[in-house]
């Protein structure tokens, strides 16, 4: 496919390789030419020149969660930094153990296969992993509603396949997931930065993303969305320091969740990511119709 399909001005953001059409974003996105400097900028200058860059580090990251909360119609508090989208999977179940007494989580066999690893390494926890059939078309609803039962607490489905590249209508998932009394979170890592992001319209519980692939943002850089109304009713069993209210307080007698998405954040997080993250084009060039995701190039 042709690389004119994407705008020259927006190629010119990009650092492409050499007498080649660059057809990997479904991977890893293109380095943006602003990311070296970004990164002396908003990482390494801070360091050199005050010792304490912890302030300025933070406020790099409240960027970032704000331009991605622009991106996909969000409020940035419910918006939780990860390192990957495993990380941020496992937190998000960690709060589902305290919070129903169903013990099942359903994906599709065509998930990425992080998804499968994060869910059947729960089983010591007395979680239970539960596929679609082979054959099954996962962009039809009924077949999610068939394999429901009472005692799937979580659907995982993702929005692009990044086997065939199959779209799915997440908010129809959604939807049967919760007449039967389960949660539903999306996985958007194939999706974000190519085709519209809409958590808030899907009606989901969660929606895990990355900024490696189509944002061209890096790896390290992915996220946790929850939906408001679980904003205090969660309490993730994974927590560190940076989960708790004031992260500098000090006390360790005393946790205190944080009052929004930061809960799930964990330990001492990763900053460079981050900050190498929002060089990336924040407000993608979505292709246009008939064209699916995996088809794109970043040239």
């Given at each position: 496919m042709s690389g004119a399909l994407l705008p020259a001005a927006i190629a010119e953001r990009f650092h492409l390789p050499p007498g080649a059409t660059y057809l990997k974003s479904h991977s890893v996105g293109c380095q943006p030419r602003a990311a070296e400097a970004l990164l002396r900028d908003r990482l390494l200058a801070p360091w050199r020149e005050t010792?304490?860059?912890?302030?300025?580090?933070?406020?790099?990251?409240?960027?970032?969660?704000?331009?991605?909360?622009?991106?996909?119609?969000?409020?940035?508090?419910?918006?939780?930094?990860?390192?990957?989208?495993?990380?941020?999977?496992?937190?998000?179940?960690?709060?589902?153990?305290?919070?129903?007494?169903?013990?099942?989580?359903?994906?599709?066999?065509?998930?990425?296969?992080?998804?499968?690893?994060?869910?059947?390494?729960?089983?010591?926890?007395?979680?239970?992993?539960?596929?679609?059939?082979?054959?099954?078309?996962?962009?039809?609803?009924?077949?999610?509603?068939?394999?429901?039962?009472?005692?799937?607490?979580?659907?995982?489905?993702?929005?692009?396949?990044?086997?065939?590249?199959?779209?799915?209508?997440?908010?129809?998932?959604?939807?049967?997931?919760?007449?039967?009394?389960?949660r539903c979170i999306a996985d958007c890592a194939q999706s974000v930065g190519v085709v519209p992001v809409t958590p808030a319209a899907w009606g989901v519980d969660a929606v895990l993303g990355t900024s490696v692939k189509w944002l061209c943002g890096g790896p390290g850089a992915a996220w946790l969305w929850v939906a408001p109304r679980d904003r205090i009713a969660l309490d993730p069993m994974e927590r560190g320091w940076w989960s708790h209210e004031n992260p500098f307080e000090m006390d360790i007698r005393d946790f205190r969740y944080a009052p929004d998405a930061r809960r799930w954040w964990g330990g001492t997080p990763d900053v460079a990511p981050f900050i190498l993250s929002t060089a990336g084009d924040v407000t993608p060039w979505f292709p246009p119709a008939g064209i699916r995701a995996q088809q794109l190039c970043c040239a």
């Open positions: 010792g304490e860059a912890w302030p300025h580090w933070l406020d790099a990251i409240d960027q970032w969660r704000a331009a991605l909360a622009g991106l996909i119609g969000v409020e940035a508090q419910d918006l939780c930094p990860a390192t990957n989208v495993s990380a941020g999977l496992s937190r998000y179940i960690s709060a589902l153990g305290t919070a129903t007494t169903r013990r099942t989580i359903l994906l599709a066999p065509s998930a990425f296969p992080t998804i499968g690893y994060v869910a059947s390494g729960l089983a010591a926890a007395g979680w239970q992993t539960r596929y679609l059939p082979g054959d099954a078309d996962i962009r039809d609803p009924e077949n999610w509603a068939t394999a429901l039962d009472d005692d799937v607490a979580l659907v995982i489905a993702m929005h692009v396949s990044s086997v065939s590249g199959a779209r799915t209508d997440v908010a129809a998932v959604a939807s049967v997931a919760k007449a039967a009394g389960a």
